[in-house]
């Protein structure tokens, strides 16, 4: 059974500041998707991870995949507070398959 | 539209009526999956079609749940005699193989609350 983790499941943010979101999961996979959602809403696609040592980025926001370790990293640059959300990843085992998702982690960034 | 729509979006039940949610794919997406999202966690997969086949169903908790697509684009996910427990939000996300990445668009969601 595919099982993904998520840590930490909560993260108090200083504006300007750095920090790195983690997601492990337990079997082969090649693909691995970073989502945002917002309070109510529901989710926006970030980032599309599909090989190993695969990285993207877009603004702030930088993604990065290890398929040996099973490991993604979500990193944040010089949070500012639009980036409050929580962000879940979520492994399939091919395309077209069912998504599992980690269990989120809830980010507020305070001024 | 240009999007995965979803209605109603946002439902109160009493406990033992049945629902009916309704997800409209983005045109021409072959495949559709239903996930339920409890208050506070990831989805949790209940169901794929592709066109009107209805190929996983492994995720549907009880027999109380039961979802369609008979033409192969509208799916309706209906639950019967529904429980407090079914209280969460239902989202739908559909694809097309080769496009995208790959990747599953989500609708808004219904928020079922069963009192």
């Known amino acids: 059974e595919l099982k993904v983790e998520q840590n930490p499941l909560f993260l108090s943010m200083q504006e300007g500041k750095n920090y790195t979101i983690y997601c492990n999961y337990s079997?082969?996979?090649?693909?691995l998707y970073w989502y945002r959602q917002d309070p109510g809403k529901s989710l926006e696609s970030l980032f599309v991870?599909?090989?190993?040592?695969a990285v993207k980025q877009e603004g702030r926001l930088m993604a990065s995949l290890d398929t040996k370790a099973r490991l993604s990293t979500l990193h944040i640059t010089a949070a500012v507070h639009d980036l409050s959300a929580t962000y879940f990843c979520?492994?399939?085992?091919?395309?077209?398959?069912?998504?599992?998702f980690g269990g989120g982690t809830r980010v507020l960034v305070k001024p | 539209g240009a999007g995965v729509s979803q209605s109603p979006r946002y439902k109160v039940a009493k406990r033992g009526q049945d629902v009916a949610l309704r997800c409209d794919p983005i045109?021409?997406?072959?495949?559709l999956f239903w996930y339920q999202q409890a208050l506070g966690q990831g989805p949790e997969f209940l169901t794929y079609f592709q066109n009107e086949a209805q190929l996983d169903k492994s995720g549907l908790p009880s027999d109380r749940f039961f979802a369609e697509r008979p033409e192969g684009s509208v799916s309706t996910l209906k639950i019967q005699r529904t429980q407090q427990e079914d209280s969460a939000v239902y989202l739908c996300a559909s694809f097309n193989l080769g496009l995208s990445y790959n990747e599953q668009f989500f609708g808004p969601g219904t928020r079922l609350t069963v009192l």
């Open positions: 045109s021409g997406h072959v495949s």
């Open positions: 079997t082969t996979s090649d693909r």
């Open positions: 991870l599909l090989s190993n040592g």
């Open positions: 979520a492994v399939d085992k091919a395309a077209g398959n069912k998504l599992t």
